[in-house]
């Protein structure tokens, strides 16, 4: 048992002891069994919100209506759902209302696809009515029940069946495919933002290469942004290798792919965050510039070592010759002065020596002395760089 699964076994045995029913649920159990990662581990409980609060000393109210308390213990935090069912989905969304059950196979029931539908208890057994088990045995993503039923419900869920294909490498049996065919349509009712959550799981999955043309080749993929008419240019996407390659990375290959000089307008109809976007257009400029030629010193001195390392990433992703980190960081250490050093002057002490105003001149001048310093035509320091500005480039900007 994994570390997260042991710390919260207390949790369970707690719960059991004040006379509830307590199983670990969703993804945590999956991946147990997949052997994957666990990221966090899902508590569900027969005790009622008020009752799970009434058994540890520390708890938060995170999504009491939904049945969720988050216990603290030993510092860490976890969530715990009372057995729910839900009812009155409206709209092809969440559900209106949501009933509390003492029964875990009706909180199995509303899952979405077997594979999630699998409880554990504190002894290791486990609960699994729809048989998950063997479905992930199969590699098989199976809605619970009908997929079209499901899928009505919360069509969310076809996102969902489409990023655990990228993420787990199994494949959706017949219905659920058909299901996505039927109603891929009612995706346009969901906020953009869970629809972006699930798109990025899919693009940071590690099988989305695998799975790239199927994800495309459904109509689901006509309601999201930017896909409709770029397949063709899209296609290309799963030829890069992509293991080790970060979210903003990987957006920053699909923009290559679409050709895409600015992102800004394709994330902001994914109604992405400004950081992604600020993230996505630095990277993709850099990129492009590389594609065109090596980096020049000045290049290595003024543009951020982690974007640099992004790059060269990308240049081996896509298949073009690249630098190490090795590579660069010998080129940096040959530099005359590096990214973060202090020149030996500032924009004040230029406007002292040429008497001027400040401006854009300023900054201009400020570059080519450290461009002048790169070359060695000039040391990093005071009385050497004074003498060049009045020298060479007052002469030079007042014969302009
Ligand atoms: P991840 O590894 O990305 O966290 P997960 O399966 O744990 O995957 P969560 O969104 O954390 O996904 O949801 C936890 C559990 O809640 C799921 O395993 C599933 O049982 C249930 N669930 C989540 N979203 C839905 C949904 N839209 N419809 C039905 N059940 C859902
Ligand atoms: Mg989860």
Redesign the pocket.
Known sequence: LSEQFKQALPILKKIEEAGFQAYF????V??LIIGREV??V?IATSALPQEVKGIFPKTVDVGIEHGTILVIHNGEGYEITTFRTEKGYEDFRRPSEVSFVRNLEEDLQ????TI??IAMNANGEFVDPFNGLEDIEQKVIRTVGSADERFQE?A??MM?AIRFQS?LGFTMDKTCREGLENNAALLEHIAIERKLQEFE?LLLGEYVSIYWADFLSLKLSDYLPGIKRNRELLKLFHTFRLSHLTITERWTLLFYCLKIDDPSTLLKQWKASNKRIKDCRLLLQVFYQRLQRDWTDYDLYNVELPTILSIEKLMNSIGNSYFSKKDIEERIDTLAIKNGDLLAVTGKDLQAWANKKGGPWIKECLELIEKEILSRNLPNEKDAIEKWVMNEWLHRSNNN
């Not at 509303?110 to 696809?113: C, E, G, L, P, S």
């Open positions: 649920v969703g993804g945590a999956r991946d990221n966090d899902d509303r899952r979405d696809f999630n539908a919360d969310l869920r969902r993420q799981k």
